[in-house]
T-cell receptor, first 113, second 115 residues
Framework: AQTVTQSQPEMSVQEAETVTLSCTYDTSESDYYLFWYKQPPSRQMILVIRQEAYKQQNATENRFSVNFQKAAKSFSLKISDSQLGDAAMYFCAYASGTYKYIFGTGTRLKVLA | DAGVTQSPTHLIKTRGQQVTLRCSPKSGHDTVSWYQQALGQGPQFIFQYYEEEERQRGNFPDRFSGHQFPNYSSELNVNALLLGDSALYLC??????????????FGPGTRLTVT
């Protein structure tokens, strides 16, 4: 069975600095997708970035980028120029042809002014 | 373009009661998935509906059941509520097509409290 592990329950970053959130996963499949979702106190899950496993190039979305290491089954999220609005729970998620998402336990990100 | 909507926002029920939660998918989406998110945890997959049938199910008891209507909206029903059913219930919709993967869009959730 596939699993997703987020080993950092909480992280803090100074405003305008860079922070990296870690995620590892386990799967025997070769074709799958990985995501980072943001969940602010409003509870709405917001897609931050996605990565297709067959693509070697790391995905980027403005200040957000990933470091995808397929062999190591690692998928970390880097947030550059952190802003107060980035404070939230961040969830790493895995999806394959079974369609369901498998989520990690989340990392709470605090942004310090 | 309306996103995924869920109702009600909050709900308080007593142990042993039954509850129905509702979800309307994003326009153009025909697949609905339900997740349970306990406090401090990541969402756990309950089941997914497509073409009014349950396509896939997670590790949840039969007390959890669902339905999808011809307009693609969906209901989640939970019978014989337990204290442990207290959680945020998230609905996610996605478009069906060819291929093996579809991006899911989440609603704001329904907070269920069982006392």
């Amino acid at each position: 069975a596939q699993t997703v592990t987020q080993s950092q329950p909480e992280m803090s970053v100074q405003e305008a600095e860079t922070v990296t959130l870690s995620c590892t996963y386990d799967t025997s499949e070769s074709d799958y997708y990985l995501f980072w979702y943001k969940q602010p106190p409003s509870r709405q899950m917001i897609l931050v970035i996605r990565q297709e496993a067959y693509k070697q190039q790391n995905a980027t979305e403005n200040r957000f980028s990933v470091n995808f290491q397929k062999a190591a089954k690692s998928f970390s999220l880097k947030i550059s120029d952190s802003q107060l609005g980035d404070a939230a729970m961040y969830f790493c998620a895995y999806a394959s042809g079974t369609y369901k998402y498998i989520f990690g336990t989340g990392t709470r990100l605090k942004v310090l002014a | 373009d309306a996103g995924v909507t869920q109702s009600p926002t909050h709900l308080i029920k007593t142990r042993g009661q039954q509850v129905t939660l509702r979800c309307s998918p994003k326009s153009g989406h025909d697949t609905v998935s339900w997740y349970q998110q306990a406090l401090g945890q990541g969402p756990q997959f309950i089941f997914q509906y497509y073409e009014e049938e349950e396509r896939q199910r997670g590790n949840f008891p039969d007390r959890f059941s669902g339905h999808q209507f011809p307009n693609y909206s969906s209901e989640l029903n939970v019978n014989a509520l337990l204290l442990g059913d207290s959680a945020l219930y998230l609905c996610a919709s996605s478009p069906m097509g060819t291929g093996g993967y579809y991006e899911q869009y989440f609603g704001p959730g329904t907070r269920l409290t069982v006392t």
